[in-house]
């Protein structure tokens, strides 16, 4: 089976979770820009974040045979730094830019502010202006009333729907985003937010259209292989080998191909050469590199 995550923050994982990841499957990761626990203080501090994020990432990912790309945003819980939030805005046209971004994210609502709203916009509308598809975070508190005022501001933006993607769903709110043209994601997490079991009953409720699984993968207690577990369980339930991959392999792909930077067809595991640098640097420590 082949797999692709398509919300897993690598920079907090290690390379024995890319290893893991590959032997699972996992041939393809996007990695959203997000907050790193600690508030940034600063504006620079995002130049050197965004980065990694275009350089040495999708080169410790390549090291290990997974493709990385990734999405460019500032996050809700960030935003509410007024003046941070201004300058980062004036950084991302250019990161938008890089043949690795396939989407403006992950945006949204955290507490729900009239800062957070603001930099959402903003950002919708940025996506708007490169072309780009937009990966949409829902609140962790008062989800449906997120949910419920990021759609509306979807349609106030005029962002065509079929560019944004809603994440975070469950069974409550997943039914709002059903009556919209937006795809409809999922992080499946240990403990919280979606189990395997569960999004296998909302699969066989609603449907595989425009359906995305994440693990949404980070610094905190997490799982970068629920993806492939995910699959399993959908195998176990009685779906079949074409629909697991078409939700866990095609749908993510499909949407973030409306970038023009990713695509089905090209969708192939890297092989691994770790005899290569990034910057004079390497992810062996001096163990004896792979090459394939």
Same mark, same amino acid.
């Given at each position: 089976?082949?797999?692709?995550?398509?919300?897993?923050?690598?920079?907090?994982?290690?390379?024995?979770?890319?290893?893991?990841?590959?032997?699972?499957?996992?041939?393809?990761?996007?990695?959203?820009?997000?907050?790193?626990?600690?508030?940034?203080?600063? !504006?620079?501090?995002? &130049?050197? #974040?965004? %980065?990694?994020?275009?350089?040495? /990432?999708? +080169?410790? $990912?390549? @090291?290990?045979?997974?493709?990385?790309?990734?999405?460019?945003?500032?996050?809700?819980?960030?935003?509410?730094?007024?003046?941070?939030?201004?300058?980062?805005?004036?950084?991302?046209?250019?990161?938008?830019?890089?043949?690795?971004?396939? !989407?403006?994210?992950? &945006?949204? #609502?955290? %507490?729900?502010?009239?800062?957070? /709203?603001? +930099?959402? $916009?903003? @950002?919708?509308?940025?996506?708007?202006?490169?072309?780009?598809?937009?990966?949409?975070?829902?609140?962790?508190?008062?989800?449906?009333?997120?949910?419920?005022?990021?759609?509306?501001?979807?349609?106030?933006?005029?962002?065509?729907?079929?560019?944004?993607?809603?994440?975070?769903?469950?069974?409550?709110?997943?039914?709002?985003?059903?009556?919209?043209?937006?795809?409809?994601?999922?992080?499946?997490?240990?403990?919280?937010?979606?189990?395997?079991?569960?999004?296998?009953?909302?699969?066989?409720?609603?449907?595989?259209?425009?359906?995305?699984?994440?693990?949404?993968?980070?610094?905190?207690?997490?799982?970068?292989?629920?993806?492939?577990?995910?699959?399993?369980?959908?195998?176990?339930?009685?779906?079949?080998?074409?629909?697991?991959?078409?939700?866990?392999?095609?749908?993510?792909?499909?949407?973030?191909?409306?970038?023009?930077?990713?695509?089905?067809?090209?969708?192939?595991?890297?092989?691994?050469?770790?005899?290569?640098?990034?910057?004079?640097?390497?992810?062996?420590?001096?163990?004896?590199?792979?090459?394939?």
């Amino acid at each position: 089976m082949r797999y692709f995550d398509p919300h897993v923050h690598m920079l907090s994982r290690t390379t024995d979770d890319y290893e893991n990841m590959a032997a699972a499957g996992i041939i393809g990761v996007v990695e959203p820009a997000f907050w790193q626990g600690q508030p940034r203080t600063q !504006a620079a501090t995002f &130049i050197d #974040y965004y %980065d990694s994020l275009v350089g040495w /990432e999708p +080169f410790r $990912a390549s @090291q290990f045979g997974i493709r990385h790309f990734c999405t460019m945003g500032i996050n809700p819980k960030e935003a509410n730094n007024v003046p941070m939030a201004t300058e980062v805005m004036k950084l991302l046209p250019r990161y938008c830019e890089k043949d690795a971004v396939v !989407a403006v994210g992950e &945006i949204g #609502y955290d %507490d729900i502010t009239d800062a957070e /709203e603001r +930099f959402f $916009a903003e @950002q919708m509308e940025l996506a708007k202006e490169m072309g780009l598809p937009v990966l949409i975070h829902t609140p962790h508190r008062d989800k449906v009333t997120g949910t419920e005022r990021s759609i509306a501001l979807v349609r106030e933006v005029g962002i065509d729907e079929e560019l944004v993607i809603i994440d975070h769903l469950n069974e409550i709110t997943l039914p709002l985003v059903l009556e919209t043209g937006c795809w409809r994601g999922h992080s499946v997490y240990p403990f919280t937010k979606m189990s395997e079991e569960r999004m296998v009953a909302l699969l066989k409720q609603y449907g595989t259209e425009k359906m995305v699984v994440n693990s949404a993968a980070d610094w905190g207690r997490s799982d970068p292989l629920k993806v492939p577990k995910t699959g399993e369980a959908m195998l176990a339930s009685g779906f079949s080998e074409t629909e697991v991959e078409k939700v866990l392999f095609e749908n993510p792909i499909n949407f973030y191909a409306q970038s023009g930077r990713i695509s089905l067809e090209e969708m192939s595991r890297p092989s691994i050469d770790q005899t290569k640098l990034w910057e004079e640097n390497s992810v062996l420590r001096g163990q004896t590199p792979v090459i394939e």
